[in-house]
């Protein structure tokens, strides 16, 4: 009984050594798929989610495997943070052993943030923005009738078509048909890896945080 005890003891430690060793393999073949799909000149952290890792691998199906970018530059706009997850990947063992081209995943989300140097650097001439996470609001100075005129506005974000609108809700100092040369659009949404498009902005303290998501997205070799 006892000889059985520490066999099973034995085999259960080989059993998780083989599976750690299997999933650091298979997850740094996703991460140079990742890369070859998001056009990276580095390799991204590739983490596969839930365990025991061999039994998803022998299924050919991994519900969550998540990936860090670091900071990239799309469309000449930074993008720091930039990670996300593919949800349902479908990565038959054989097709990652073959380097077969055809992985997929039901659903792929982006996140990352776009800096306040970065926001303001989009503004208009004579804009300044600012805020605290919070809210957003713009400073300068219009030209009104030929006089320079200081402004002091709200500011809300939304997603656009073509990037995120950073758009004047509430102006002070100049008439409110003024407001909309303050708004402005930052180009930003069509370069992002994996087709992806983006669903939600919101402000927080470092800047503006996106989500953008893409489906049946191919993750090739």
């Not at 061999?54 to 991994?62: E, K």
């Not at 002070?172 to 087709?195: C, K, M, N, Q």
Request: charged content about 25%; cysteine-free.
């Amino acid at each position: 009984m006892r000889k059985l005890i520490v066999f099973l003891i034995v085999l259960v430690g080989l059993l998780v050594v083989v599976d750690r060793v299997a999933v650091a393999g298979v997850e740094r073949d996703l991460a140079n798929r990742i890369a070859a799909s998001a056009d990276l000149d580095g390799t991204p952290t590739v983490t596969i989610e839930g365990i025991p890792f061999l039994t998803q691998a022998l299924s050919g199906h991994y519900p969550e495997v998540r990936f860090d970018l670091g900071t990239l530059t799309y469309g000449g706009v930074p993008v720091r943070d930039l990670r996300g997850a593919a949800y349902d990947v479908t990565a038959p063992l054989a097709d990652i052993l073959q380097n077969r081209p055809d992985i997929r995943a039901r659903r792929v989300s982006v996140s990352g943030t776009l800096t306040r140097e970065t926001i303001d650097g989009f503004a208009p001439d004579g804009v300044k923005i600012g805020g605290n996470g919070q809210r957003m609001t713009a400073s300068g100075e219009l030209t009104v009738a030929g006089n320079k005129v200081r402004f002091n506005a709200e500011m809300r974000v939304e997603v656009a078509d073509g990037g995120i609108r950073v758009q004047a809700e509430r102006i002070e100092g100049v008439p409110s048909e003024f407001a909309r040369l303050v708004s402005y659009t930052i180009p930003f949404g069509g370069d992002l890896p994996f087709d992806v498009r983006i669903t939600r902005v919101q402000n927080v303290p470092q800047g503006l945080r996106f989500t953008a998501e893409a489906s049946d997205v191919p993750i090739r070799g």
